[in-house]
């Protein structure tokens, strides 16, 4: 089946530093990939959806400037959590669509926590 | 307010037995779902879906069931395993595949 990886699965950072996570589709092209957000004991909020070479479409209430995210190949999407603060400490999951499926392809998860 | 509802925040059922996850969308454009299985601290796996065409998809131990006119689905797990103990979401979409909404999803303890 398709496999989606992030990197990394865990990060601990300082309030003010930014951080950058990586998803990958490793065995198909993802045209567009999708980033969730999970309160612990909640459902997973979808932050954004990004097309390959073109703009991330960021859903309401999710700050473009905060979370930057680049789909610079069919492969890869990166999210940039920036001037982190404690209150982005979260669980970040990605997705990626096949392009002719429907389905979308989750990776493991990156736990952030911010200090 | 909620598209997707799991009005049920946790399951037990016996080892061998059915389990039953409901879920009740409120967009009546939605059309097509889907069906996840998650663990704690691992990002969620497809498990099977339906499109508004159909009433019914089984695959294997799992059966999704789907009444349009009351904007419900259903996901059937038969024979039930301690394996299948974990988080069950259920995710719609208006537009075949994008932009998915996720219920707050149901956490199904099997109990040996």
């Known amino acids: 089946g398709a496999v989606v990886s992030q990197h990394p699965s865990w990060v601990i950072c300082k309030s003010g530093t930014s951080v950058k996570i990586e998803c990958r589709s490793l065995?198909?092209?993802?045209?567009?990939m999708f980033w969730y957000r999970q309160f612990p004991k909640q459902s997973l909020m979808l932050m954004a959806t990004?097309?390959?070479?073109?703009?991330?479409?960021?859903e309401q209430g999710v700050e473009k400037d905060k979370f930057l995210i680049n789909h610079a190949s069919l492969t890869l999407s990166t999210l940039t959590v920036t001037s982190a603060h404690p209150e982005d400490s979260s669980f970040y999951i990605c997705?990626?669509?096949?392009?002719?499926?429907?389905?979308?392809?989750f990776g493991p998860g990156t736990r952030l926590t911010v200090t | 307010d909620q598209q997707v509802k799991q009005n049920s925040p946790s399951l037990s059922v016996q080892e061998g037995r059915i389990s039953i996850l409901n879920c009740d969308y409120t967009n009546s454009m939605f059309d097509y779902f889907l069906w996840y299985k998650k663990y704690p601290a691992e990002g969620p796996t497809f498990l099977i879906s339906?499109?508004?065409?159909?009433d019914k998809n089984e695959d294997g131990r799992f059966t999704v069931f789907l009444n349009k006119s009351a904007k419900h689905l259903s996901l059937h797990i038969v024979p039930s395993q301690p394996g299948d103990s974990a988080v069950y979401f259920c995710?719609?979409?208006?537009?075949?595949?994008?932009?998915?909404?996720f219920g707050p999803g149901t956490r199904l303890s099997v109990l040996p």
């Open positions: 990004s097309n390959e070479g073109s703009k991330a479409t960021y």
């Open positions: 065995d198909f092209q993802a045209t567009t």
């Open positions: 997705s990626a669509s096949l392009r002719q499926g429907y389905e979308q392809y």
């Open positions: 339906i499109s508004s065409i159909k």
């Open positions: 995710a719609a979409s208006a537009n075949y595949g994008q932009n998915f909404v």
